[in-house]
Every structure is written in C-alpha cells, then in structure tokens.
C-alpha cells in the first residue's frame, strides 16, 4: 500500500476530542498502513478531509471531501458558524438511509467530535459523544498525547 501525502496546508489541532476521548498533538484519527482516511485540521473553521480507498478494480485515493468541501454527490457539508458546527452527512444512496458521517464543535485551537461514523466509507469505526467503537472494542475517557495516529491499522 501507498503511503499517502498529507495536504499542504494540514495542520492538526494541538486538542481534538473524539468521542469522548481527547488527543493532544496527535496527527490523525486513523493510519491505515500509511493512508488517513479522515484529516480533521486547523483553520478559521474546520479543514476537513475524508477519503476513501473503496474500488471494485484497484487501490486508488478517493477524495470524498476536501478542506470541508465536497467532492462527492453523496456527501453533504453543513458549516454553521454561528454555532461553531460543522456536519457531513453521506446521502441516502440506494435504499441507504441519511447518515452523518461527522459532527464537530470547533474553537481556535481545539474541537470535539460528538458523532462519528465511518462505516459508510469502509471503516467499522463509529461513535457518540460518550465512546467510540474500533471494531468489537469501545473506548472511553482516554487521553493519547503526541501519537501519530487514535487508531493505527
């Protein structure tokens, strides 16, 4: 596998909790074997990248949203700045209903996930603002300072 280049102007937030559980000068969520399927970094408000390597016929980088800006008909970017919120939703495909894929409160230097859900991109990683999921193991109230990455794969 490819290890994948980080967008230039990605610079992660020296706080993000997710799901109930914060990282401190961390760099990603997830590294699977050097690809990040989700960047979640610091700007005037969130930048946002999620990708996905999902393919019938090869292993080719799909850009489903980039510095929170769709690049996909079934992704959806709601920016409310008046509440600080930042929602993406994947778009009912199929007879698949509406999910929100993420959900985040931001300030200046740090923001809280409080939904996140990666299934409908190909990772069993889901979670509320009271615990996350990796596969069959759930995590709550840990703290991950200077980590690479929550969950490396």
């Given at each position: 596998m490819n290890i994948q280049k980080l967008p230039n102007n990605y610079e992660p937030y020296e706080r993000l909790v997710v799901c109930n559980n914060e990282l401190i000068r961390c760099k990603a969520i997830i590294d699977h074997k050097g690809f990040y399927p989700i960047l979640i970094g610091k700007g005037i408000f969130p930048k946002i990248w999620i990708y996905s390597k999902y393919s019938r016929y090869n292993e080719e980088i799909i850009s489903l949203v980039e510095q929170s800006i769709s690049c996909n008909p079934r992704m959806k970017v709601d920016i409310d700045p008046d509440k600080n919120l930042i929602t993406i939703r994947f778009l009912e495909y199929q007879g698949i209903k509406d999910d929100i894929i993420l959900n985040i409160n931001y300030q200046k230097n740090s923001a809280i996930i409080d939904i996140l859900d990666l299934r409908p991109i190909g990772y069993t990683i889901y979670g509320t603002s009271k615990s996350i999921v990796a596969g069959e193991a759930e995590?709550?109230?840990?703290?991950?300072?200077?980590?690479?990455?929550?969950f490396s794969i």
């Open positions: 995590f709550s109230e840990n703290k991950m300072i200077g980590m690479n990455a929550m």
